[in-house]
């Protein structure tokens, strides 16, 4: 294309990188505050010293959160969800879509089974009835009651079942010949090609399973069952409390670190797993998009 | 018919984990709706008796059920509003970057906030957004009074619906960039060939061609307009700020979950679902006439 250099342009490309990079700080420097009060003296930030950078540096707000034990146990608690959970997605994912991915005469009832998992992607029975039969299946304060309620991702099921669709029919046909039954064809021969699919469809699980904090408090009765996600959103109204009765001298850790800097570092060490793994998710979270949108 | 099952059936033995799951979890609580209809008792269950209309008559009495439908509304159509327009200018001030990796580089940034669940978003906003937080102190710098976001209830409806749209934007960034891309350069060749210089260009072929998304993505958040964002206002609000802020989902969770009235909370859900469900049907027709787009 033939480059535009005339005034009019210089000054658009002035104010488009001026929008531009604004709006990215926007969505950076909230970030970056959280870690410079995370990092200083309750005194500091008190007075509002702080800005992008530490002022008093110290770590007592990550020793503060380390040392309770509160912390790690429901990082381990999110850590089996993440694994179980992404593992049932997965096996009852790819367990539908194989199937679904067919034509209606070669799986009789396909439409059927289609509109049963659909119905629940667009209607749900609501908060109360479904909290009434998650506690009458006795699942309450077991990590079970976090998995099984969204044991099939549906839309993800049905990227799944997309991606199959597109892939060339002579690679079972062949296999068929071979002898070859319908679950070995999908163990041995579909499984490896699904590989980008299963990367993309298994992350989305891992971030919406690490993410989940309602479930947790609903699901939980005893709240040394709660994931990270449940417990970080505790510490949004009882932070305070949790210093008081955390055996410390409570003037002395209150000259350290107060509310702000503690909460900042656990939100932190919260966020903290996901930022880690931030590129992959921004690559398959896109390519999950262009899958997504071909259409069955 | 029957030989056929056979030879099928490995097809369905695959479906039957999955159906079974989505039955109990997802379809046993639209059956537990009617508790919306009985005076429901922990000892009886669904069998509970009978009362008619009596929760909805309670419910609809209430001074507080029409706040929450109006709050609901007005955050909700904001925040479609926003989450539109804000991505569709970025995307194509974004598109006018000629670098891949400048681009690249925006487009990551943005995205971020989108990955984090509400409950470190909120720990982040009530950091930032607090008396002594960093935006009060920038707004002090201005010369300005401390704003009391998450307080003053004229002002939080709006922090909801910026925070919302500042959460969410990265998202439909990528959306639209997509769109944006697969826009064939010859056009714009001819387009300046016959004279039009870019801001023409970008009224008569960028929003045109863009314009069969932006519908498909407003139409089909049409359907959730009665989703004002449970997870962001339920960890941001609080008392003082319940007459502008609190929305149905809210409601329906003091009601039912923490004041244990589960038929007054299912009845607010059922009432809810109703509309929901009128609302999805509609969008997905619309978005099948409007734009072609099915979901299977």
Not at chain 1, 25 to 34: A, G
Not at chain 1, 69 to 92: D, Y
Not at chain 1, 134 to 148: F, P
Not at chain 2, 54 to 77: A, C, D, G, K
């Amino acid at each position: 294309m033939v480059q535009d250099r005339s005034l009019g342009r210089k000054l658009f490309q002035l104010f488009n990188y001026t929008v531009l990079i604004l709006t990215s700080l926007l969505c950076v420097l909230p970030f970056v505050n959280l870690l410079a009060v995370s990092f200083s003296s309750s005194a500091a930030v008190s007075a509002g010293d702080v800005v992008f950078w530490p002022v008093g540096f110290n770590t007592k707000a990550y020793e503060f959160a380390l040392e309770g034990g509160e912390f790690f146990r429901s990082m381990w608690v999110s850590f089996q969800r993440v694994v179980l959970g992404t593992l049932v997605n997965l096996a009852l994912m790819v367990l539908a879509a194989y199937p679904l991915s067919k034509t209606k005469e070669k799986v009789m009832g396909r439409g059927i089974y289609m509109g049963f998992f659909v119905v629940t992607m667009l209607f749900n029975g609501g908060l109360i009835p479904t909290y009434l039969i998650v506690v009458k299946t006795g699942l309450i304060d077991s990590i079970w009651s976090l998995i099984l309620p969204g044991a099939l991702p549906v839309f993800s099921m049905i990227i799944l079942m997309n991606f199959i669709r597109g892939l060339p029919e002579e690679i079972e046909e062949s296999a068929t010949i071979d002898g070859a039954g319908p679950m070995q064809i999908l163990v041995r021969i579909l499984l490896p090609l699904l590989k980008p699919a299963l990367a993309t469809v298994g992350l989305f699980s891992i971030v919406g399973h690490w993410n989940s904090w309602f479930d947790g408090i609903i699901y939980m009765n005893n709240t040394s069952n709660y994931p990270l996600q449940s417990y970080l959103q505790t510490l949004l109204l009882s932070f305070e409390q949790i210093m008081q009765r955390s055996g410390n001298d409570y003037t002395q850790l209150l000259a350290m670190m107060n509310v702000r800097t503690g909460r900042a570092a656990q939100m932190f060490l919260g966020a903290l797993p996901i930022l880690a793994i931030y590129p992959f998710l921004q690559k398959y979270f896109t390519t999950g998009l262009v899958l997504g949108s071909v259409k069955g | 018919m029957i030989k056929k099952l056979k030879q099928q059936r490995a097809f369905h033995l695959m479906l039957i984990p999955s159906v079974i799951l989505v039955f109990i979890f997802s379809y046993m609580p639209f059956y537990g709706m009617i508790i919306a209809f009985q005076d429901y008792n922990p000892g009886l269950g669904f069998g509970s008796p009978w009362v008619g209309m009596e929760n909805f008559e309670h419910v609809f009495r209430q001074p507080n059920f029409v706040r929450t439908i109006w709050n609901t509304l007005y955050m909700s159509v904001f925040k479609l509003i926003g989450g539109i327009v804000v991505p569709v200018a970025f995307a194509l001030l974004l598109n006018e970057v000629v670098r891949a990796a400048l681009k690249r580089t925006f487009q990551t940034l943005v995205y971020i906030p989108n990955f984090l669940s509400w409950v470190i978003m909120a720990g982040i906003m009530i950091d930032i957004l607090g008396s002594d937080g960093i935006v009060n102190s920038f707004l002090g710098l201005l010369g300005m009074k401390p704003v009391s976001f998450l307080g003053n209830p004229a002002v939080f409806p709006w922090t909801m619906i910026v925070t919302d749209v500042w959460k969410g934007f990265g998202f439909g960034t990528v959306v639209y960039l997509a769109a944006l891309t697969s826009i064939d350069p010859g056009l714009y060749e001819a387009a300046l060939i016959d004279g039009a210089k870019r801001w023409k260009q970008t009224i008569y072929i960028t929003l045109p061609l863009l314009a069969p998304t932006i519908i498909l993505m407003t139409v089909l958040s049409l359907g959730n307009i009665l989703n004002a964002g449970f997870d962001q206002i339920f960890n941001l609000y609080s008392p003082v700020v319940y007459e502008t802020g609190d929305i149905i989902d809210t409601y329906v969770y003091r009601l039912g979950i923490q004041q244990a009235q589960y038929s007054v909370g299912a009845a607010v859900g059922f009432f809810k679902s109703i509309i929901s469900c009128i609302l999805v049907v509609v969008s997905y027709v619309l978005a099948y006439r409007v734009a072609g787009y099915r979901i299977f």
